[in-house]
């Protein structure tokens, strides 16, 4: 089972730096797995290999040449999480200099764009109504002139 982890990691890690080697890929995913009381700290062994894979740390903790140039500081959230009528998604754009075009999109669990919004430089809040959706599980995305920054979730009941 943790084959499809550990490609599902080394794509994301890929996309988010399309230039990894094979070796810094690699390094990334071993240098950055998980040990804990079910592990043992005598990694690797036979049972539990490097320990648990860990994609966030792999992507965020473990960086191997890669450089987030600030996009860190791109504030995008919502409340009320999960939300039953409406709710409102918060976004900060400041930290940008320049850009032609921003968004906000709205994906659904197969990655399909339900709904688009568009941005302007700075921070503003967005209302966001069940109306236009079914209940379930969402991905909402800032979008810079083509380049998805920043993903976050909401589940409307």
Wanted: aromatic share 10%; glycine share 8%; proline share 4%.
């Amino acid at each position: 089972m943790s084959s499809p982890v550990v490609a599902g990691i080394a794509a994301l890690y890929l996309q988010k730096n399309p230039t990894a080697t094979y070796a810094e890929v690699k390094n990334a995913i071993l240098d950055c797995a998980d040990m804990d009381q079910f592990t043992g700290s005598a990694l690797p062994d036979n049972k539990w290999g490097h320990g648990k894979a860990n994609a966030f740390k792999a992507l965020k903790g473990c960086t191997i040449g890669i450089h987030e140039n600030g996009l860190n500081a791109i504030e995008l959230s919502n409340f009320p999480n999960p939300f039953i009528d409406q709710t409102v998604i918060q976004y900060d754009l400041s930290s940008l200099s320049k850009f032609k075009k921003a968004a906000l999109k709205i994906f659904d669990i197969p990655g399909h764009e339900v709904l688009s919004f568009p941005l302007e430089n700075g921070s503003s809040n967005l209302l966001i109504s069940k109306n236009n959706l079914e209940s379930g599980i969402y991905f909402y995305s800032i979008e810079v002139d083509g380049k998805i920054l920043k993903t976050n979730k909401f589940v409307v009941l």
